[in-house]
Nanobody, 116 residues
Framework: VQLQASGGGLVQAGGSLKLSCAFS????????KGWYRQGPGNQRELVAS???????NYADSVKGRFTISGDNAKNTIYLQMSSLKSEDTGVYHC???????????WGQGTQVTVSS
């Protein structure tokens, strides 16, 4: 499984950005997809995830501000980020998980910088 993330950038606090992650390869084996982020202090946080059944989960810090969605026809997931805060700054990595095999696939990170 290959993942290609895009959509990061520089935005002012209160603004919005939309990240995309396109999947290719053995997509049928994927049980869940989502986004982690790594902040300036190198702490890694699960931001949002979506399962094959389209159940979603969010970190408390982004609930009500971020929305994860998927487009199966395009094999892509999105992370709509609104009301961005400086603490949302970091490198966002998309991932895909195969629970049966215990595998996690990673895309390259995309930088999100929120200026206050």
């Amino acid at each position: 499984v290959q993942l290609q993330a895009s959509g990061g950038g520089l935005v002012q606090a209160g603004g919005s950005l939309k990240l995309s992650c396109a999947f290719s390869g053995s997509i049928f084996e994927i049980d869940a997809k989502g986004w982690y982020r790594q902040g300036p202090g190198n702490q890694r946080e699960l931001v949002a995830s979506i399962t094959r059944a389209e159940a979603t989960n969010y970190a408390d810090s982004v609930k009500g501000r971020f929305t994860i969605s998927g487009d199966n026809a395009k094999n892509t997931i999105y992370l709509q980020m609104s009301s961005l805060k400086s603490e949302d700054t970091g490198v966002y990595h998309c991932y895909a998980r195969n629970e049966e095999l215990g595998r996690i696939y990673w895309g390259q990170g995309t930088q999100v910088t929120v200026s206050s």
